[in-house]
């Protein structure tokens, strides 16, 4: 008689985990396939995120899909794919405590092969493996063994959310600038009610990294459950532990390897003491917990006022000037607060201690002291005075960090190419302060990005797959040399506007769409990549203004009209006149004006040429159709009814004169609020760096002439950088 065989079963764990790996990897395929959508790709990157979020225990599951597309992209040589899954994978690696150390040595190493491909790719595989490097713990207890510092996730929100402490200072500020000719009264209530979300509090952060901390820590030596509640029931004395953690990941990332049993050996003194503390029974193992990455704090506003970002900026500058300074003199404190016991223990020196002590706070002003800060009217000398006294400081004995940029502002622009050259006059104009006055670039790194929103109707592009309105040219160059800023980013252009009567047939009291802070927390995270465009300086000289000729910048278009054929043009862009149209007008075709140029040619050699030409509007555009021109060069376009007189230039310098007795109007990036009417003639050349001309055009002392040689190794053109996922890829 046979043996009634039972087939073998799989375990349970296993099955689970093929399962979800299946679901992942389908997930991962939709994302990279040719044929999806660019809004359903940024759809679906957001999904995937949220999954992990709902479900930590499938980061594991999401990680090894996305090492073994990696590996397999680098031996198909699939480089478009590169840049959606390295993102990807180190966004998840980020919120992620339950990776296994031999995968996190897994990651490293395919990062560490990406390097030898070309730019982009193995500048932000470089970042990323430094990152993966800060979070491993090694040489690791056990292959196996879920353990990392959490370093990237306790900087991540120690940093976005300001959250005190003197191991690690950084700050991090996201200021949102609306534009309000695209943002409407309902449009800019919906949005910032979406972005400015009610945060948690600063005591919940500090619970929620400590949480996090001692998980990545620990492993499945830490029973979250009872960490949570055991961390709810400290109250405010959470902050004590907070600042132990601190300390310990900071310190294990400076000793490297030989900290490693001293860190570990930390975090379980620190876990055993928070539940004991709390009446929790600190020897109980069971699952983790989920410890979801808070969005940044955003300030947003609608940019009505021109000095509005400049003033931010100062503002954050004084404020992390002012925190520094109370950092240092609370770290002098504890250092009193130590000699002071020491000296007690042994019975002597008291009164001397204290005098010192008392001589200490005096020489603090801090101590008692609010934040320097403004929000009225000031004069600009008045604010770097300011500045410059609350960063110097009165003397102590201890000076400021010299390390420059050590935080960040994170600078959002919202609106259409308008908004871009309203951003690039401001930029232009802190440059120049900056030149005279070195202090915020100090003590502030500045990142610019863009999120493109028009209130024009959209209409398919044939050079994009997203829908670009006329407005949105930047955008649209934005997304062709970036297929993954297209994806998450472009996509946002046709939807934001949708938001105001989305919200309207919605309840005040339902939760907001945490959608768009999603996608822009991923984007401020991820886009590190800037693309340079050129700015472009312009003379306009006025008829009947005496004195200098207006300087203005722009970064996309100049249009120039002649109002007395301002009909003829419109018709002219409607459609091309006939031949026989083309023969009656051809007396009265437009106005004759004169223009000097550079060529520009393949040699880069200068070629000054001049001509006439009859025109009756000249469009000049910065933003050249195919990105692999480049951003360094002007197309001239000038509008005539007779195709003969209709030109087309490459130039890098023009300068456009009227010859009749007339004049011209000349409209900056599209904007109507920065119109000049009445202009005879215009100069327009690549915008100098500040810092470049004060440095060639300084007097400079004998002991000083070796300084004025660093002007020939600085930047002559000065470049709006914006920031993408994968900058421009040459």
Wanted: aromatic share 6%.
């Amino acid at each position: 008689m046979n043996k009634k065989t039972t087939p073998w079963n799989p375990p349970v764990a296993d099955s689970m985990s093929s399962a979800v790996e299946a679901s992942m990897y389908n997930s991962i395929q939709a994302i990279l396939r040719q044929a999806a959508s660019s809004c359903n790709k940024g759809m679906l990157r957001w999904t995937l995120h949220k999954k992990v979020e709902t479900h930590p225990s499938n980061s594991v599951s999401l990680v090894r899909v996305l090492v073994k597309e990696l590996e397999k992209v680098e031996r198909l040589d699939y480089k478009m794919h590169v840049i959606p899954l390295l993102h990807t994978l180190n966004y998840v690696i980020i919120q992620s405590s339950h990776i296994p150390c031999n995968l996190f040595q897994r990651v490293y190493e395919c990062f560490k092969r990406l390097l030898t491909l070309p730019e982009p790719y193995c500048t932000i595989a470089l970042r990323y493996m430094r990152g993966i490097k800060m979070e491993q713990i090694t040489p690791a207890p056990s292959p196996t063994i879920t353990s990392s510092t959490g370093a990237l996730y306790q900087r991540r929100v120690i940093a976005e959310q300001s959250l005190r402490n003197i191991h690690f200072p950084h700050q991090e500020k996201v200021f949102v600038f609306a534009d309000p000719a695209v943002f409407s009264g309902s449009l800019w209530q919906a949005v910032r009610a979406d972005l400015v979300l009610a945060g948690p509090q600063s005591d919940t952060l500090a619970r929620r990294v400590l949480l996090h901390t001692l998980q990545a820590g620990l492993g499945k030596a830490c029973h979250g459950p009872i960490l949570t509640q055991a961390l709810e029931d400290l109250g405010e004395d959470v902050e004590k532990y907070f600042q132990e953690v601190v300390l310990a990941v900071e310190q294990s990332i400076e000793n490297g390897e030989a900290g490693r049993d001293q860190y570990l050996t930390r975090l379980q003194h620190i876990y055993r003491d928070i539940p004991t503390s709390a009446n929790q029974d600190p020897k109980a193992c069971g699952s983790l917990s989920n410890t979801p990455l808070p969005s940044p704090e955003i300030h947003f506003h609608l940019w009505t006022n021109e000095e509005e970002l400049w003033n931010e900026l100062v503002n954050f500058t004084l404020n992390v000037s002012t925190s520094e300074r109370n950092s240092m003199y609370q770290e002098e404190e504890e250092e009193d607060v130590s000699k002071r016991v020491s000296l007690l223990s042994v019975d002597s020196g008291i009164e001397k201690d204290l005098s010192d002590m008392e001589e200490r706070e005096q020489r603090n002003p801090f101590t008692r002291s609010r934040s320097p800060c403004f929000r009225g009217r000031m004069k600009p000398e008045d604010k770097m005075a300011l500045v410059q006294e609350n960063i110097k400081g009165p003397t102590c004995s201890t000076p400021l960090p010299k390390e420059e940029g050590n935080h960040t502002a994170r600078i959002v622009m919202m609106g259409d190419d308008r908004v871009l050259g309203r951003l690039a006059k401001a930029y232009h104009s802190i440059r120049k302060r900056e030149a005279k006055h070195l202090i915020l670039t100090k003590r502030v790194n500045l990142q610019i990005y863009y999120i493109p929103v028009t209130d024009e109707p959209i209409v398919n592009s044939p050079e994009s797959t997203s829908q670009v309105g006329d407005r949105l040219s930047l955008a649209s160059f934005l997304g062709r040399v970036d297929p993954w800023y297209e994806s998450n980013i472009n996509s946002l252009g046709a939807m934001i506007p949708k938001l105001a009567g989305t919200q309207s047939r919605h309840s005040r009291s339902s939760e907001p769409n945490h959608f768009l802070v999603d996608v822009l927390s991923y984007y401020l995270r991820c886009g590190l990549q800037p693309v340079h465009f050129t700015l472009y300086s312009v003379k306009i000289s006025v008829s009947g203004q005496t004195g200098s000729p207006v300087n203005e910048v722009f970064v996309s278009h100049l249009d120039a009209e002649f109002p007395e054929f301002k009909t003829l043009r419109e018709n002219l862009k409607q459609e091309r006149s006939s031949l026989r149209r083309t023969r009656k007008t051809h007396g009265t075709c437009g106005a004759v004006v004169s223009m000097n140029y550079t060529k520009v040619s393949l040699s880069k050699q200068e070629v000054v040429q001049g001509m006439s030409v009859m025109t009756c509007g000249v469009v000049i555009s910065a933003i050249s159709p195919n990105e692999t021109e480049g951003l360094d060069s002007l197309t001239v376009h000038f509008d005539s009814t007779n195709p003969r007189c209709c030109t087309e230039i490459r130039t890098q310098n023009i300068k456009i004169r009227i010859l009749e007795d007339k004049t011209f109007t000349v409209c900056l990036d599209k904007d109507g609020r920065r119109k000049y009417t009445h202009v005879q003639s215009i100069e327009i050349s690549p915008c100098l760096d500040p810092g470049y001309c004060l440095q060639t055009s300084s007097k400079f002392s004998v002991g000083e002439e070796r300084e004025a040689g660093l002007s020939k190794y600085m930047c002559k053109i000065l470049p709006l950088p914006i920031n993408t996922f994968a900058g421009i890829n040459h």
